[in-house]
């Protein structure tokens, strides 16, 4: 399963919040697009998913058009968002709120992967029958990922899954997004937190005003002074040149590097 964006523009109202960005994930990859607050990440998200309406560009899974479909065929297609801010049913338990990650699902196989959700996630299944709205924050992540993959996601993506979590908690996050991407579920990320993002990712896209201004493998992004200084909190290091790179499939795009 291939995801590729290409010239994706959206507008609210006169401000244009994507300006034309194009980006690949390839069937099981973790791809992360890091940036600034109102840098676009979200739009990019709710575009892909069919709750914002796209101006013009296309998206693509596996060469079928997205554009225009209903959020449910999307995710009946095997494209499966974690919101921001987790969005639990606080008045539903545990149990239910996974329950209706599986809602479109006809198969027999719900009961198995709930016992998955609960392999990957312990501490959920000493909390089968409580309310959700009781969770701590990180309970809550845990829940909405594994609300998420109750829907058996061939792409998972996830809008800021560290955000307002303690740092023992993203450690585990991000090392719950490794072992869902080994179980052959590709990943794209939305994140803050570069660090974190950039070490778990294999490639990743940097997002600032609604445009893509660098991307790279995450190992080299992390070592590109212009991102340790934006990003990482790294002092600024030796000057960056602009030099060209064209990834396979993909336009040429403008990168900063050492």
Do not use: C
């Amino acid at each position: 399963m291939k995801l590729e964006i290409r010239d994706l523009k959206v507008s609210y109202g006169g401000i244009k919040a994507l300006k034309g960005i194009s980006l690949t994930v390839d069937e099981g990859s973790i791809v992360t697009l890091i940036g600034a607050n109102g840098a676009g990440k979200s739009t990019t998200l709710r575009a892909v998913s069919g709750l914002t309406r796209v101006e013009s560009g296309s998206i693509t899974l596996d060469d079928k058009s997205l554009v225009g479909l209903p959020t449910k065929e999307i995710v009946r297609s095997g494209i499966v968002m974690v919101p921001e801010g987790r969005r639990v049913f606080p008045d539903m338990t545990v149990r239910e709120n996974l329950l209706i990650g599986a809602y479109t699902r006809k198969d027999s196989g719900v009961e198995h992967d709930m016992k998955h959700v609960f392999d990957l996630f312990p501490r959920l299944s000493e909390r089968t029958w409580q309310l959700a709205g009781t969770l701590s924050g990180g309970e809550q992540q845990m829940l909405a990922v594994g609300r998420a993959l109750m829907t058996k996601p061939k792409l998972l993506m996830m809008d800021e899954p560290s955000l307002g979590l303690a740092p023992l908690v993203v450690r585990d996050i991000f090392e719950i997004i490794k072992r869902v991407n080994e179980d052959g579920i590709t990943v794209l990320l939305i994140e803050q937190n570069a660090n974190a993002a950039l070490r778990v990712a294999g490639y990743g896209y940097v997002l600032e005003t609604g445009a893509i201004v660098l991307e790279d493998t995450g190992a080299s992004l992390m070592q590109n002074p212009r991102v340790q200084e934006a990003y990482l909190g790294k002092k600024k290091g030796p000057s960056a040149k602009v030099v060209s790179h064209k990834r396979k499939s993909d336009t040429p795009v403008e990168l900063l590097a050492d």
